[in-house]
């Protein structure tokens, strides 16, 4: 029989995405319509070392849906994957008698929640919550539409400035290991090639179709580039082209953390709702170490072990769809 939790926490951590004030609200509301009380964890993993701990009421949480960023902070924490730091954070969490967790973050959050699990016998729910879209088990992750609505709308902007002056940008996206946002983001702009971090870059036929572009005529080109491409991101990638397109009137535009912030999409706020009142339902039903995600519009569960192993994959009809309408 799995034990009944009656006090629960949530937490927000690694790096913040748009939702996450909408995925804790649902936690918090959800956990004190069932009775349960619902403790917020300040920084992620280091409020919890910390005893940054507090009781949370429904009003806690009013007026945050609309909200970018998270009210609980987020942090990453070396001292939590040591063995002292996890006692000490799982001594705090006795102290207020809390007996489930919801987190909501990426792999690096769900690693430490499984070991944490392992060693302490507390249940965890896994929420996830990254612009990266990179974890298996779930079609969105919390804040990817925002951010890469972000990245479009300023690209949309950078392309009429290329086109009143016939330039090539390479435009940087986030995406340190997943290439995502640049996918996405560069087919709904209609830039003419888009660079990943999941395939290998031809280097030579990007400056091979730049150079048949030049010969048309077509002097107005865009390059999304994922952060982590193997080269380096846009500056390395510029470098490149100047070299080998010397009269390539050529700019670079990083976009950065902009992507991050801002209000979330209504797509993010109701996944993060439906997510957040799932997570307390899970934990109220005995299930132990598992994430919510929606797969084809339908909630998902999947064992936190796998969801930190696995990553979402891009298909190869993707990389053929950019190629094709790009031509």
Same mark, same amino acid.
């Given at each position: 029989m799995a034990k009944k939790v009656t006090k629960i926490g949530v937490l927000t951590s690694g790096g913040d995405s748009p939702g996450m004030n909408a995925a804790v609200r649902a936690v918090v509301r959800t956990g004190i319509y069932h009775g349960l009380e619902v403790y917020g964890i300040m920084r992620g993993y280091s409020g919890m070392i910390e005893n940054d701990i507090f009781k949370m009421e429904s009003r806690s949480v009013a007026n945050i849906i609309q909200r970018g960023g998270t009210v609980l902070k987020c942090a990453r924490s070396k001292s939590f994957f040591e063995p002292e730091g996890r006692k000490t954070a799982y001594e705090n969490l006795k102290s207020h008698g809390i007996d489930g967790l919801v987190v909501i973050g990426g792999d690096g959050s769900f690693r430490g929640a499984l070991k944490f699990s392992n060693e302490y016998d507390i249940p965890c729910i896994g929420i996830p919550g990254t612009i990266d879209k990179d974890i298996a088990g779930s079609d969105?992750? #919390?804040g990817f539409d925002t951010a890469v609505n972000t990245a479009v709308e300023a690209i949309d902007k950078i392309r009429d400035t290329a086109d009143a002056h016939d330039r090539l940008f390479i435009v940087e996206v986030m995406g340190r290991d997943a290439g995502y946002i640049a996918l996405h983001s560069g087919i709904a702009t209609g830039a003419e090639n888009i660079l990943i971090p999941e395939t290998k870059t031809d280097i030579e036929e990007l400056i091979n179709s730049l150079t048949e572009k030049e010969k048309r005529r077509?002097?107005?080109?865009?390059?999304?580039?994922?952060?982590?491409?193997?080269?380096?991101?846009?500056?390395?990638?510029?470098?490149? #082209?100047?070299e080998r397109l010397p009269n390539a009137d050529t700019r670079v535009a990083i976009l950065g953390h902009i992507q991050r912030g801002g209000s979330p999409t209504c797509l993010d706020r109701l996944i993060a709702s439906r997510m957040g009142y799932h997570a307390v339902e899970s934990l109220m039903e005995g299930r132990h170490n598992v994430m919510v995600g929606i797969v084809n519009n339908k909630l998902a569960y999947t064992p936190l072990n796998l969801a930190v192993k696995a990553k979402q994959k891009i298909s190869k009809e993707w990389m053929k769809i950019v190629k094709i309408l790009a031509s």
């Open positions: 969105f992750t #919390i077509k002097l107005v080109n865009l390059v999304v580039v994922a952060e982590g491409d193997e080269f380096g991101g846009a500056n390395e990638i510029a470098k490149i #082209i100047k």
